[in-house]
């Protein structure tokens, strides 16, 4: 395949050599970097089949004479924002990156604007391109911090790949409609268009499907080809839905080039109750703070279940196999320690918001939780808003004589009448950590009041409630 020159984003210009397609050796170095994300469980399937073979091949850097490769994913800009769900498709960049290979994190500013049918059972809700625009930019973002973290923090002393954000709209922008169809439209026959799963599920349904999103294939193979031609890209990673669009561009690249290149595929993780892991009830665990905060985001890893933190750590964290193994070894004996699930909400969480953000997701998680007044105390007020997420939160004018049941009534965190009243000499309410019995008993300032101007008031074990006092 003629391969334009390298742009000055790659380090040196020998990475483009490709090997001769006729070189195919002895397995022995196949034990290096697929086998890895293989037994970690994050690679599902290898595109064609021949890959499962050729790929470790390609990939082993330790052969003499190997060059880097260069693999790419794609992340559609649907949302402002990348979410947990996009994480296992990061990791798999991170482990070639790793590698020593260059990846790229592919933004789908154009491809947004058809909306990718693969997986789902209606169109998406049409974006406008002002909107596509904001989210590829917040998304761009994302992926550059996610890959300053993972440098910064998850340095192995080994040389890595380079890690690129691009965007297709860069080249799409470029192409006439008319030339592109007269160019790039002869060599896609209809019939296997058709034929793909995502396709003909689309057309079953009530709904049906539109023009624009069964386009949308056609360019997601043609960004594999430009990779490929541009940067000598042979690798597309992607979700499981997403084997039907790999097919598409295989199938172009060989076409147009005669040369292989192949598709791998992450796993769609689904939580417990089959849900999509993140997308809780429709709200997803975003990566960006302003929508899911450090401390939500540790919170949703150390809830995870026992049958199934063993293979998310596997899965999210960078961990070396057999420490996980230690991990779990431990957790047998301690399992009310939550040693795994803690291990690997402190992983995610680091990667995602670096070294501040985990220290403050367990500073929000000490004073939550742990009933750590000094925690509450010096907390900042973006971490209390942060906390209060959870909690309800209300602003309340401290009167003279105000009594521990006027608080409480106040904040409607108790029913009226008797049954609030006994709630409280029940035993079953707290007021910054401390229980208080006597519904009369007027509110102390340092004690019930701290020295920030806050109360929380935790009614039974899991309804809590922030007072912000004003005029202090």
Not at 230 to 248: A, H, K, M, P, T
Not at 281 to 302: C, H, I
Not at 359 to 373: G, P, V, W
Request: net charge positive; aromatic share 8%; with cysteine.
């Amino acid at each position: 395949g003629g391969c334009m020159a390298a742009p000055a984003l790659w380090p040196c210009p020998g990475l483009l050599r490709f090997w001769p397609r006729g070189l195919r050796g002895t397995l022995s170095g196949a034990r290096g970097l697929l086998t890895a994300p293989r037994a970690r469980g994050l690679f599902k399937d290898f595109f064609p089949e021949s890959g499962t073979t050729e790929l470790p091949e390609l990939l082993d850097r330790r052969r003499a004479g190997s060059s880097p490769q260069t693999v790419y994913c794609g992340f559609d800009p649907t949302g402002d924002s990348l979410h947990v769900g996009h994480l296992l498709a990061l990791m798999g960049l991170f482990h070639f990156q790793r590698a020593g290979h260059n990846v790229i994190a592919l933004v789908g500013g154009a491809t947004a604007l058809l909306g990718d049918p693969s997986g789902r059972t209606k169109g998406r809700a049409a974006l406008s391109a002002e909107q596509v625009q904001a989210n590829a930019s917040a998304l761009h973002r994302g992926l550059q911090t996610l890959a300053a973290n993972h440098a910064r923090l998850f340095a192995d002393g080994r040389p890595w790949g380079t890690f690129t954000v691009l965007d297709n709209a860069t080249w799409f922008q470029k192409e006439q409609l008319v030339d592109f169809l007269a160019t790039v439209g002869g060599h896609f026959r209809m019939g296997t268009l058709l034929s793909r799963l995502s396709v003909q599920a689309r057309l079953k349904s009530p709904e049906g499907m539109s023009l624009a999103e069964f386009f949308y294939q056609v360019l997601q193979a043609y960004d594999f080809y430009y990779l490929f031609q541009r940067y000598g890209c042979r690798v597309q990673l992607g979700g499981s839905d997403q084997l039907g669009n790999i097919v598409s561009g295989y199938e172009f690249i060989h076409k147009l080039t005669g040369e292989d290149v192949f598709g791998i595929t992450v796993p769609l993780i689904t939580s417990t109750t089959g849900a999509k892991l993140g997308k809780s009830a429709g709200n997803a665990v975003w990566l960006n703070r302003d929508k899911t905060s450090p401390f939500e985001l540790y919170q949703f890893f150390v809830r995870q279940q026992d049958d199934s933190v063993e293979r998310y750590l596997k899965l999210f964290t960078l961990l070396p196999l057999p420490e996980i193994d230690h991990i779990m070894q431990l957790h047998l004996k301690e399992p009310e320690k939550r040693g795994p699930q803690k291990r690997l909400a402190a992983e995610v969480t680091k990667l995602v918001h670096g070294q501040e953000g985990l220290d403050s997701a367990k500073r929000c998680t000490q004073a939550l939780y742990h009933s750590s007044i000094d925690a509450l105390e010096v907390m900042s007020d973006q971490e209390l808003k942060e906390l209060f997420k959870e909690a309800s939160f209300s602003e309340l004018v401290l009167d003279p004589g105000t009594s521990v049941l006027d608080t409480c009534r106040r904040a409607n965190a108790i029913p009226d009448g008797p049954r609030g009243y006994r709630m409280i000499t029940e035993g079953g309410v707290s007021i910054n950590h401390r229980q208080v019995t006597n519904p009369e008993s007027v509110l102390i300032l340092g004690q019930h009041i701290l020295k920030n101007g806050l109360s929380l008031l935790k009614i039974g074990k899991r309804n809590l409630y922030i007072i912000k006092w004003l005029q202090l």
